[in-house]
């Protein structure tokens, strides 16, 4: 685990970050590695919340479902971010990898004692938590403001937020670890709505769609300004 954070490309991005070298031994005594395969989930909604874990590479996501069985995806988490719920007994959302994932994997109950021992840590939790917070609160305003186009927008500036590689040039580009039915999904539209919005983007040469899943945004500003409600 010590080699593990010394060669982590998130470390400074995620809740380590707040860590010394010497204060990192208490979680590198409880903490594996662990990788998730595309499509294999890392629990259930409903099991008892053993683990806790920093996403360290690929996308995963939280879905939960009606009594039905159909299922809604509630969130996506990136590279850095924190995954499961401390002092939840119990997992609220299913949490799968939608990519192949690297995880660093603590116990539930070990990472509590951390963050008892740690203030830094648990002030850095609850910072993440409030930004998860404001996070979803607008996406509700995505979900039951914006128009079709502007949710679509909206999310491919998420995206590429998180996933673009070649920051610096003009074109970003990043490849869509969701289908356009997730997509759909996410944002409460149809399929068809979906293709018709990304058709109508690279009309208008905001964006590029090289294959299926590669995305290249050819306007960044452009983009930003469809994404905004007027």
Known sequence: ????????????????????????TTLNSIGR???????????????????????????????????????????????????GRPFAEEAEHSITALTDVELCVFPRKGFENALETHARLERMLLRRTLCALDEARARMLMLGRKTAEEKVASFLIDM??????????????????????????????????VSRQLTKLKRDRLIDLPTGRQVMILDRGALRLRSEAA
């Open 1 to 24: 685990m010590a080699q593990i954070c010394s060669e982590c490309a998130v470390r400074d991005q995620s809740l380590c970050g707040s860590l010394s070298d010497t204060e990192l």
């Open 33 to 83: 590695s662990r990788h998730l395969n595309r499509g294999e989930t890392l629990v259930w909604a409903g099991d008892d919340a053993l683990v806790c874990a920093n996403l360290l590479s690929g996308v995963l996501k939280l879905s939960a479902s009606t009594a039905d069985g159909r299922e809604q995806i509630v969130g996506l988490l990136y590279p850095a971010d924190f995954v």
């Open 160 to 193: 590429a937020l998180h996933l673009a590689r070649n920051t610096a040039s003009r074109v970003t580009e990043f490849e869509l670890p969701v289908t356009r039915a997730q997509i759909a999904d996410v944002l409460g539209l149809t399929i068809e709505t």
